[in-house]
């Protein structure tokens, strides 16, 4: 099977949240995958979640409930580790949906509401850092 290239970072579309050409980060130093939720609550056994945000361009004020969820611990760069909730849903590369895990998190000070983590690349992409958003070029 060969890998698709891609670049640094992207912008792609996450169909099941309702988010749309969202900047995404290619992080080979993490493991999972990060996603931007401004408000999360824990209720009836579902997950009621908020993406929404100010700093992020195409974070409307979307709200998603989950009836599957668990918790996982993260290691953070600076060797913190946090309990987080963590979903599945769907992301498309190159016109194709992938099935993605994605810890839920507060990213509204970072530059990119998604990190995409080493635990979704492999075994399908490679990343080159003189490259930037390889995907969403195709797809105009």
Not at 34 to 56: G, K, P, V
Not at 89 to 113: E, Q
Request: charged content about 30%; some cysteine; hydrophobic content about 35%.
């Amino acid at each position: 099977m060969s890998k698709k290239i891609l670049g640094r970072h992207d912008v792609v579309d996450f169909p099941k949240l309702g988010l749309f050409n969202i900047d995404v980060k290619m992080d080979t130093g993490a493991y999972t995958s990060a996603i931007h939720c401004s408000d999360i609550i824990e209720e009836n056994d579902t997950l009621r979640c908020i993406f929404n945000s100010h700093s992020h361009e195409n974070f409307g004020k979307t709200e998603i409930v989950f009836d599957q969820f668990w918790r996982t611990n993260v290691k953070s760069s600076n060797g913190n580790k946090e309990n987080r909730y963590k979903v599945k849903s769907d992301v498309v590369f190159f016109g194709k949906t992938y099935r993605i895990n994605l810890t839920l998190s507060t990213r509204s000070d970072m530059k990119f509401p998604v990190l995409i983590g080493r635990q979704f690349l492999k075994q399908k992409f490679m990343v080159d850092v003189d490259l930037e958003n390889v995907s969403f070029k195709l797809k105009k």
